[in-house]
T-cell receptor
């Protein structure tokens, strides 16, 4: 399974856009990039998933360059409730799908 | 989205006793579920893959005789921590995927404290 590298922590303020970049240099051809959010004492929650280029949903955007060796999660106009740990994962298809390897994640703190 | 529920959310037990944690997929069937453990200020670590109707697959370093997994139905997997010790105190989380190549849905986690 590909290893991911993210900043350990980030700070932001309410209303700002936050971009968290993840490196995954050894990503395989059939790997997808997935981001999860985790609040203290809760299970992770899916945010977004992509394979290449750009994916957008109601809560975030995911930018993936052509070489797919990195990805950037973009959170528009964060609020205090976005303070959480954000995990970037790469996972392949087939029988190993759902078997996730979590890195250390990025602790995002949003300040008033 | 799909819902995965764990029970109990918190449990305190005495050292040497066993504790059972349930993981249920409420609105979908899951032939495979996953169990993770998370120590304070650390990331999630996969412990085992629970397979309906067959033996669980454990990750390296996880004692299968200590962490008993039973996946007796398509909506229920249980993790039993046997002869628990204080070092087993942790946050245990399960997950399941509703279908092929869909995102994983996690339970709310179970905080186990062994005293």
């Amino acid at each position: 399974l590909a290893k991911t590298t993210q900043p350990i922590s980030m700070d932001s303020y309410e209303g700002q856009e936050v971009n968290i970049t993840c490196s995954h240099n050894n990503i395989a051809t059939n790997d997808y990039i997935t981001w999860y959010q985790q609040f203290p004492s809760q299970g992770p929650r899916f945010i977004i998933q992509g394979y290449k280029t750009k994916v957008t949903n109601e809560v975030a955007s995911l930018f993936i360059p052509a070489d797919r060796k990195s990805s950037t999660l973009s959170l528009p106009r964060v609020s205090l409730s976005d303070t959480a740990v954000y995990y970037c994962l790469v996972e392949g298809g087939g029988t190993s799908y759902g078997k996730l390897t979590f890195g250390q994640g990025t602790i995002l703190t949003v300040h008033p | 989205g799909a819902v995965v529920s764990q029970h109990p959310s918190r449990v305190i037990c005495k050292s040497g006793t066993s504790v059972k944690i349930e993981c249920r997929s409420l609105d979908f069937q899951a032939t495979t579920m996953f169990w993770y453990r998370q120590f304070p200020k650390q990331s999630l670590m996969l412990m085992a893959t629970s397979n309906e109707g067959s033996k669980a697959t454990y990750e390296q370093g996880v004692e299968k005789d200590k962490f008993l997994i039973n996946h007796a139905s398509l909506t229920l997997s249980t993790l039993t921590v046997t002869s628990a010790h204080p070092e087993d105190s942790s946050f245990y989380i399960c997950s399941a995927i509703p279908g092929t190549n869909t995102e994983a849905f996690f339970g709310q986690g179970t905080r186990l404290t062994v005293v």
